[in-house]
């Protein structure tokens, strides 16, 4: 096998993935095989040594079914690990390729620098743990898809052989006993981390942090604290998007974790923003508002769906676990508890007592077909069910693989917005990546998901389909 580099991979990009003017025309058996194989590995098949495109040449399987047979080397078992101690090359090579892509699906792939206390969190919590959701769903065929949005677990990164720790911190740079530092090296699969609580000690004569919410200086904390919908509540995720101040406190107003929702919106439904129309903004326009944003429908129009979203984890805060000298911890999410009455709706005032209260929100937005999702929510755990019970996260996970495998970018969302006529290529691409999505909604299955678009006529063409 041969790894694609440089000036050979642009090539086989442009040849292999993306639509051209030239004429169309079906793909042999084997050029299908090696279209897909270098999509499913980032790998050129070894021409002579390759069990499937031998396979395929004595007409003992087809490119596809060929293809899915790499796929399958790297699915996991129920438990969360491969099946060797150490994933087979090829496995490693999938397994890998497929978590950098689903990693390459979230807005925000850094955690904010906080100077040294970063050091900590960043030898804590992989950034692309969030992407360990999807990864865990397609390849544990024991795991549905709407988990991705309704698990309730910590989940890790396994990464074998070892090759050190980030920054080289180790256990004695923490407070922590036994801290879980994250380990430098290829994927070997997922595993359910749980909630990896570890007792903890500041030394007596440390400074501890100004800012956030200081934790005592001796005590248990769940690093893998989880707080329900899947992905959504996931410690990693939280602390990837909030992206506030270190001493943030939501008001209702001006200071909100709408970036948390921002990026729900991106990442679980494929929307920008607005997602919603003008008229859906107008009713929560306030002319005399002390919020600005409140006073003017434009802005009202990506307000009504961020601010109502990160209502429910309106009590965020920052905890810290940094002092003088060593790592110690870093800073970590956490929630206030509600200890004030709960509010009526969405408030057009600051309120200084808002994360004190009661999460409680709506997820708000124009869905493919023009609908207005409106629907009451309480927390991360209960939007991930309200997400998982519609059409538009698994319509938004088939969009990004079909582009992922055709280069084909078909539009899912507001059809208000989609200019192109019922009978153009881009309706046709754009109905069948919903047929696809609405499928996956009743099958969980991701795997079938890109066995259909691989068995598709498009695929099979030299241009994907995206001539006619």
Avoid at 12 to 37: D, G, I, Q
Avoid at 434 to 441: H, K, S, T
Wanted: with cysteine; proline share 7%; hydrophobic share 40%.
């Amino acid at each position: 096998m041969r790894r694609l580099t440089g000036a050979l991979a642009l090539a086989l990009a442009l040849t292999l993935s993306v639509p051209t003017v030239a004429a169309a025309e079906p793909l042999s058996e084997v050029a299908l095989y090696h279209r897909c194989y270098v999509r499913m590995t980032g790998l050129f098949p070894d021409y002579q040594q390759d069990p499937g495109l031998n396979q395929v040449r004595q007409g003992q399987a087809s490119g596809v079914e060929a293809c899915l047979a790499v796929l399958d080397q790297a699915m996991l078992m129920a438990q969360g690990t491969v099946e060797q101690p150490a994933p087979e090359p090829l496995a490693e090579d999938v397994l890998s390729r497929f978590h950098r892509l689903h990693s390459s699906w979230f807005l925000n792939p850094r955690f904010q620098e906080f100077d040294d206390i970063s050091l900590g969190t960043e030898s804590l919590y992989d950034p692309t743990e969030p992407a360990a959701y999807i990864t865990r769903a397609l390849l544990n065929p024991t795991v549905p898809a709407s988990s991705i949005l309704t698990a309730q677990e910590h989940l890790r990164v396994l990464r074998m052989p070892s090759q050190g720790t980030l920054y080289e911190l180790g256990s004695q740079d923490f407070a922590f006993d036994d801290p879980p530092l994250l380990r430098l090296g290829p994927m070997a699969g997922v595993e359910v981390a749980g909630p990896l609580a570890r007792d903890y000690r500041l030394p007596d004569d440390e400074e501890i942090e100004e800012g956030g919410d200081d934790l005592p200086r001796r005590g248990t904390f769940e690093i893998g604290a989880h707080y329900g919908g899947g992905v959504l509540g996931s410690s990693s995720y939280l602390l990837l998007n909030v992206s506030e101040a270190l001493d943030f406190s939501a008001n209702g107003g001006r200071k909100m974790p709408r970036k948390w929702a921002k990026a729900i919106l991106h990442d679980v439904l494929c929307r920008d923003l607005p997602a919603i129309r003008v008229e859906d903004a107008i009713p929560f326009v306030v002319a005399d508002s002390a919020v600005p944003f409140r006073r003017q429908t434009n802005c009202t129009q990506c307000h009504a769906s961020i601010d109502r979203i990160a209502s429910t984890i309106r009590g965020f805060r920052y905890a810290l676990l940094v002092g003088e000298g060593i790592a110690n911890g870093g800073y970590f999410a956490t929630f206030a508890a509600a200890t004030r009455p709960q509010d009526s709706g969405w408030p057009a005032i600051e309120d200084p007592d808002y994360g004190l209260r009661p999460a409680h929100g709506t997820l708000y937005f124009r869905d493919h077909a023009g609908e207005l999702v409106d629907l009451p929510l309480r927390d991360p755990a209960d939007l991930g069910r309200q997400l998982a019970q519609l059409d538009g996260p698994y319509i938004c996970l088939a969009q990004r693989y079909y582009r992922y495998f055709t280069g084909i970018e078909a539009y899912i969302g507001d059809p208000q917005n989609f200019p192109a006529a019922p009978d153009s290529p881009d309706a046709r691409h754009r109905d069948k990546v919903i047929g696809l999505g609405q499928e996956l909604r009743r099958s969980g299955d991701l795997r079938a998901l890109i066995e259909a678009i691989l068995r598709s006529p498009d695929y099979r063409e030299s241009d994907f389909g995206a001539s006619r």
